[in-house]
């Protein structure tokens, strides 16, 4: 993941595997539960949408096949706690 989001050039990125809470969930089979916190310039502007939206497309191959839930949190730099 950490690789495919390098595309939005992050001042700032948390990864949080999740997995483990959702042991014998339905889907957990099909793929992680992940967290995420990411910092970036490509965000100033856009909307929570587009800016999940982003996040998708960087990550859309494992969402196809490793990611099942994904939890997002996209600020821009101005938004980002010191």
């Known amino acids: 993941m950490q690789e495919r989001l390098a595309v939005l050039a992050p001042l700032k ?3 949080e595997d999740e997995s483990a809470r959702h042991a014998g969930h339905a889907g957990a089979a099909g793929g992680g539960h ?3 916190t990411i910092v970036a310039p490509a965000f100033a ?3 929570r949408l587009a800016r999940h939206r982003m996040v998708y497309d960087a990550l859309l191959p ?3 096949h490793g990611i099942h ?3 997002i949190t996209a ?3 101005d938004e980002a706690p010191n």
């Open 62 to 64: 494992l969402m196809q």
């Open 13 to 15: 990125l948390e990864i």
């Open 45 to 47: 502007g856009a909307s």
């Open 34 to 36: 992940y967290r995420i």
């Open 69 to 71: 839930a994904l939890a």
């Open 75 to 77: 600020l821009s730099p």
